[in-house]
């Protein structure tokens, strides 16, 4: 593990310029966009996915960091590409989202808290917003705009369940008193424009078109009819600009925009993404969760984002732990050998190659090793992935660093990765119910879908306002294939019930909300925030 460098020096080390380099301190800085007229894309793309996981997640994001790392080692260039913490998880039960061990993006810290501001900006311009909405409504300055018809409400970023629902108004002196609700800035539509917009023209496009209500007459209300794109765009005029970092072992990272992926579309900003693959020969983006939630996402509504391009590569993370409670083991049994669990525990994974080699993209699993597994169930697990037909890797990055996934990252870079048509999951000219079922079948292994008579008017106004070829983004549990987070492994003759559905007319697609989803978290009984200390010298451990 070497020395920290300041973050100058890591820019140098890809060609950077000095002019387009933001420096916030020593170790973080911002890259003016201007760098990539300089360049041409020439990098190929690795997406990291991962099986449904525990709740303590299965290294991911250390995963990535590896393997960018390995990829260094072996005399390539390559950038890893994440998304930013939300204090909800850091405070929350995850606690920070930098990686871990002898795999880390630095310095960690400072980027689990507040970092660069990015979401503190998405934050206020989300709430500039709210209010500019709530200041139109109160005054009456569109005719006959009825409350029950705003359903653009205001965010936070941090776990808090008492805000899921709430009376606004109270003080105010117009006596316009109604019910609303916050959720988490991740789950923000603000937050997937920031990502999924490529320079300020475009953003401040995407703004202007978010859908804030229903008018009387049954037609749409957007931000631009109350005028609130220039405010929103001017506090997100920096947020905009990717965020560089660096590994333990000084290799360049990108670190911007955080969208989760349960709730939102789970993928850092296309801005880094491009950004990437322009300055190295591999980029290795992370996408949230499991391949049913950010990997789909990322296939079906990022990857066919006229910027972008589908991956070369996908890479399934799997951990015994998560096998083995896909097989029914408490996780404080954990370390008893159950090799019948793994068994049964297996399918979960199986169902997760399947998904992602039935994109045609070439896919390999990375068996993320913890201290405490078991040989002869690890083994076991190798054996399994094999007879399936795909190539597996056991990796240790957390306790041993990058060169334990140096193998993985050889066989990447000698692979041949011709891009091949990508089978996407459906076209945006089927129907907004079409679109659901072809996820529901495919990705889930769903029997069949439910949707009640309300939302089924909604979608029937949704596609009357000429919104039915948007993607979709299905807003669900990241625990199950399924709706329901206690149905684990690989669930058969379920069906998934649709609750309702938002029109993010401004991000460009189309969120269905699966069975008891919260887009505000609650904090858990024990959070990570009451074993923070900071000391007298302000040393923070988080």
């Not at 996981?53 to 994001?61: I, L, N, R, S, V």
């Not at 920096?238 to 660096?246: E, F, G, L, R, S």
């Not at 795909?390 to 692979?415: H, M, P, R, W």
């Not at 948007?470 to 990241?478: D, G, H, R």
């Amino acid at each position: 593990m070497a020395e920290l460098k300041r973050i100058e020096e890591i820019c140098e080390k890809i060609g950077i310029e000095k002019e387009n380099i933001i420096p916030y301190g020593k170790y973080i800085a911002k890259v003016n966009l201007k760098e990539r007229e300089r360049r041409e894309k020439k990098g190929k793309l690795i997406l990291v996915t991962a099986m449904n996981p525990t709740p303590y997640g299965e290294g991911k994001t250390t995963v990535s960091i590896g393997l960018s790392d390995a990829i260094n080692s072996c005399g390539r260039t390559s950038i890893v590409s994440l998304r930013e913490p939300s204090l909800g998880p850091v405070f929350g039960i995850k606690g920070g989202a930098t990686g871990g061990g002898l795999s880390k993006v630095e310095p960690s810290n400072e980027i689990n808290l507040h970092f660069t501001g990015d979401i503190h900006a998405v934050t206020s311009a989300h709430n500039l917003l709210a209010a500019l909405l709530d200041n139109v409504y109160s005054r009456k300055n569109i005719s006959h705009f009825q409350p029950k018809d705003i359903f653009f409400h205001r965010v936070l970023d941090m776990n808090d369940r008492a805000l899921r629902k709430v009376i606004i108004g109270v003080g105010d002196d117009s006596g316009q008193i109604r019910e609303s609700k916050f959720e988490i800035t991740a789950a923000s539509e603000v937050m997937a424009i920031l990502g999924l917009s490529y320079d300020l023209k475009e953003l401040k496009e995407k703004l202007s078109k978010i859908m804030v209500g229903i008018s009387f007459d049954n037609k749409p209300v957007f931000s631009k009819d109350i005028g609130a794109e220039n405010g929103m765009a001017i506090l997100l005029k920096d947020a905009i600009n990717p965020n560089i970092v660096q590994t333990l072992n000084n290799n360049p990272a990108f670190i911007h925009t955080g969208p989760f992926a349960n709730i939102a579309h789970g993928t850092c900003s296309i801005t880094s993404i491009d950004l990437a693959t322009r300055l190295a020969d591999f980029t290795v983006v992370e996408a949230g969760f499991g391949s049913d939630l950010g990997a789909e996402k990322f296939l079906d509504i990022v990857s066919r984002n006229r910027y972008m391009v589908p991956p070369d590569f996908i890479v399934i993370v799997a951990t015994l732990r998560a096998i083995k409670h896909h097989g029914g083991v408490k996780m404080k049994n954990m370390g008893e050998k159950n090799l019948d669990a793994v068994r049964i525990g297996f399918s979960n994974l199986e169902k997760h190659i399947e998904n992602m080699k039935s994109f045609n993209i070439n896919t390999v699993v990375a068996l993320n090793k913890f201290s405490e597994d078991n040989e002869e169930e690890l083994e076991l697990v190798e054996r399994l992935i094999r007879e399936k037909g795909c190539e597996v890797f056991k990796i240790d990055v957390f306790n041993q660093g990058y060169k334990t996934a140096v193998d993985l990252a050889e066989y990447i870079i000698n692979s041949e990765t011709s891009k091949n048509e990508v089978n996407y999951v459906y076209d945006f000219k089927d129907s907004i119910e079409e679109k659901i079922k072809k996820v529901a079948y495919r990705i889930y292994g769903a029997y069949g879908i439910v949707i009640n008579k309300k939302v089924k008017g909604k979608i029937k106004m949704v596609e009357e306002w000429g919104f039915s070829e948007l993607p979709i983004c299905i807003a669900k549990t990241q625990y199950s294939f399924s709706d329901n987070e206690k149905l684990l492994g690989r669930p058969k003759n379920f069906n998934i019930e649709i609750k309702d559905i938002k029109v993010s007319s401004g991000a460009g697609f189309i969120v269905v909300y699966l069975g008891n989803i919260m887009t505000m978290p609650g904090l858990p009984e024990e959070p990570s925030a009451l074993k923070m200390t900071i000391n007298e010298k302000g040393e923070v451990k988080l």
